[in-house]
């Protein structure tokens, strides 16, 4: 015992930080920003975007229109009761762009060395991942619409 000191006590807060609690996060984090991160260029009619979007004969309104969703995907991803839905709407939304790299503008477009084709690949699996790990809000989800 200590006397004539104070005496004084640590109390650690119980956090567990554990991968069940930091990956979730992670995945979020790393979807929603390189949608995010997208939405200058789409939205701002950068050279690129207005290139990709005319290949694919959707400019603007396929620009814009992707923007928006990727906007509003990436803010269900960051709300936790809303991952899932974000999660699925960002698979669709990847598939869509994969798909255009794989039949009309391939792997690299605009000397990119290939970054737009990896950041597609990056959400999608992100988005699969949150999508599983998230299945039972989606459940939920369909059993109060129905």
């Not at 396929?62 to 991952?83: D, N, Q, W």
Request: proline share 2%.
């Amino acid at each position: 015992m200590l006397t004539g000191k104070k005496h004084f006590t640590y109390n650690k807060m119980n956090m567990s930080l554990s991968i069940g609690t930091i990956a979730p996060w992670v995945l979020r984090i790393l979807a929603a920003l390189i949608m995010l991160q997208t939405l200058y260029f789409k939205f701002s009619g950068s050279e690129e975007s207005v290139y990709i979007f005319s290949q694919l004969r959707m400019e603007p309104w396929g620009r814009i229109g992707t923007g928006i969703l990727e906007l509003i995907a990436s803010i269900l991803i960051l709300y936790p009761k809303t991952t899932f839905l974000g999660s699925v709407l960002a698979i669709v939304l990847m598939i869509g762009a994969i798909g255009a790299h794989l039949t009309k503008l391939g792997f690299v477009v605009k000397n990119d060395g290939g970054q737009l084709f990896i950041y597609a690949l990056l959400v999608l699996v992100s988005s699969i991942i949150l999508a599983v790990i998230y299945r039972n809000d989606g459940v939920t989800f369909i059993k109060k619409i129905i």
